[in-house]
């Protein structure tokens, strides 16, 4: 496992931006975002697997949203934030490589403490 510490999040505006950022404690093989509405399930936003770069998105946030970063970092650019985004975002990695797909939050053994993400109307 690493250690992961978030930044970022806040109060914004509907329609407006946020950037959310992760440091990882050691190197990754993946990386995501989930967040958890109240009430809800946590659920996938976007990941990344480094060996290659290649990205995954939730449908509800796709072209909207961002993922970026290298081995260690992660970020998450959100624009054209909506009311419906609110919601407490976690950082997650994975250390080992897996052929499974990275979207699944059972693939990620380490998480970090979540960012509050709020817009408003």
């Known amino acids: 496992q690493v250690q992961l510490v978030e930044s970022g999040g806040g109060l914004v505006q509907a329609g407006g931006s946020l950037r959310l950022s992760c440091a990882a404690s050691g190197r990754t093989f993946a990386m995501a975002w989930f967040r958890q509405a109240p009430g809800k399930e946590r659920e996938f936003v976007a990941a990344?697997?480094?060996?290659?770069?290649t990205t995954y998105y939730a449908d509800s946030v796709r072209g909207r949203f961002t993922i970026s970063g290298d081995k260690n970092t992660l970020h998450l650019q959100m624009n054209s934030l909506k009311p419906d985004d609110t919601a407490i975002y976690y950082c997650?990695?994975?250390?080992?490589?897996?052929?499974?797909?990275?979207?699944?939050?059972?693939?990620?053994?380490?998480w970090g403490q979540g960012a509050q993400v709020t817009v408003v109307s």
């Open positions: 997650a990695a994975r250390r080992n490589p897996v052929l499974l797909p990275i979207t699944s939050k059972t693939i990620f053994d380490s």
């Open positions: 990344i697997r480094w060996n290659g770069g």
